[in-house]
Each structure stands twice: as C-alpha cells, then as structure tokens.
C-alpha cells in the first residue's frame, strides 16, 4: 500500500522552530514532488510548499515565504519542512502529499498519495 507518513508536529511555545519530516512507504518518493499542506482549525486545508522530484524547484505560499523551508533528503528518502519563528496562524494539521509538480500555486487536486497529517499546536 503506497502512503506518506508525516512526524515531527507537536506543542511548541511562540517564537520556536519545528521539523516536520515526510517518508514513503510503499513507492518511491524522489519520483514524485512533495507537497505540504496545513489545515488550521475551522479552515480549508491549504498548501503552504512544495517541492520538485529533483529538488531543484521549491514553491512557497507567499504568507509562509522566509519562515518556511522545504527540504528534501533523496538518501533517506525523506522531505522535511522547517518552521522558524512559529507564530499561533501556524497551528494547524499538517499534511504531506505526493504529486506530478511542484508548481506555483500549490494546490492540493493534482497530488495522488496523503498522508495522515501531524498536529502542530503553536500556544504558549
């Protein structure tokens, strides 16, 4: 069975930083481009970055831009995304996803395999 497995969420304080990391079960994920996606409470679920199959090409929802770092590790298989000077409008349900593109609008139609999502939970 393919599927992503997201980890890394949890409380964090304002101000803290978190490593949200992405792997694959089931397929290869250096095949595909890798999405995040975060669903605040009472929200739609939005995509916050992405990332090409190569790596070369990384894309940013613009509110998250300098905050937000995607990364991706083809040894380990592994993408991870970094949030620096978390603020309480980062809590949310964060999802990884699978897809064709990574491209500039990063919406969450064109991505194939989900993961179950992590929380993060931005509170003092």
């Known amino acids: 069975q393919s599927q992503l497995v997201e980890s890394g969420g949890g409380l964090v304080q304002p101000g803290g930083s978190l490593r949200l990391s992405c792997a694959a079960s089931g397929f290869i994920m250096s095949n595909y481009a890798i999405g995040w996606f975060r669903q605040a409470p009472g929200k739609e679920r939005e995509g916050v970055s992405c990332?090409?199959?190569?790596?070369?090409?990384?894309n940013y929802k613009k509110s998250v831009k300098g905050r937000y770092t995607i990364s991706k590790d083809s040894v380990a298989d592994t993408v991870y995304l970094q949030i620096n000077t978390l603020t309480t409008e980062d809590t949310g349900v964060y999802y990884c996803a699978a897809g064709p593109y990574c491209g500039l609008s990063i919406t969450q139609n064109s991505y194939r395999y989900w993961g179950q999502g992590t929380q993060v939970t931005v509170s003092s």
């Open positions: 990332i090409s199959s190569g790596g070369g090409t990384t």
